[in-house]
């Protein structure tokens, strides 16, 4: 099961957008594409997912490309509470998550 | 809405020992799954639990094993401990298996630390 690539660090300036790029070439038709989160001394939490189409929700919205060998998560206005390890992630064959090193988002006031 | 325990919070062992880790899922789940965090890296998968049987494995030797009770809570032990052994530990519920969509609930994890 490979992995997603993303870049290991980002940052951002509070109330500003941000855009999380993922890598993931080899996914195959029906793998869902999932983005989770991991603020410090916590467990992940969900941010988003989808399939093909361009999502949103309440927290972040999340593009997906055409060929679906990509997709960005879009946080719309940063808060110092964003500020996280943000996880692109293909689900497994065994319905598990197949975590990368994901990328560390900081949020500069 | 109860979410997902863990404990203990924090252990320390030494190498050679045996180590059981404990989880109780969010309300009305009864899918449970493992997954071993090192330093610096993201979650690896160890196994998943459903109905009480193990329901799919990653890459981890038998000495990591586990169990599911009736009320769905689950146990992780892991034995003859090893240095590399040291990580967080989580736990995440969920649905059963097979739906359309199944987001994973996690705990905030056990620390061990093996001397």
């Known amino acids: 099961d490979a992995k997603t690539t993303q870049p290991n660090s980002m940052e951002s300036n509070e109330e500003e957008p941000v855009h999380l790029p993922c890598n993931h070439s080899t996914i195959s038709g029906t793998d869902y594409i999932h983005w989770y989160r991991q603020l410090p001394s916590q467990g992940p939490e969900y941010v988003i997912h989808g399939l093909t189409s361009n999502v949103n929700n309440r927290m972040a919205s999340l593009a997906i490309a055409e060929d679906r060998k990509s997709s960005t998560l879009i946080l719309h206005r940063a808060t110092l509470r964003d500020a996280a390890v943000y996880y692109c992630?293909?689900?497994?064959?065994?319905?598990?998550?197949?975590f990368g090193k994901g990328t560390k988002l900081s949020v500069k006031p | 809405e109860t979410g997902v325990t863990q404990s203990p919070t924090h252990l320390i062992k030494t190498r050679g020992q045996q180590v059981t880790l404990r989880c109780s899922s969010q309300s009305g789940h009864n899918t449970v799954s493992w997954y071993q965090q090192a330093l610096g890296q993201g979650p690896q998968f160890i196994f998943q639990y459903y109905r009480e049987e193990e329901n799919g494995r990653g890459n981890f030797p038998p000495r990591f094993s586990g169990l599911q009770f009736p009320n769905y809570s689950s146990e992780l032990n892991v034995n003859a401990l090893e240095l590399d052994d040291s990580a967080l530990y989580l736990c995440?519920?969920?649905?059963?298996?097979?739906?359309?969509?199944?987001?994973?609930?996690f705990g905030p994890g056990t620390r061990l630390t093996v001397l």
């Open positions: 992630i293909r689900g497994g064959s065994q319905g598990n998550l197949i």
């Open positions: 995440a519920s969920s649905l059963p298996p097979g739906q359309p969509y199944n987001e994973q609930f």
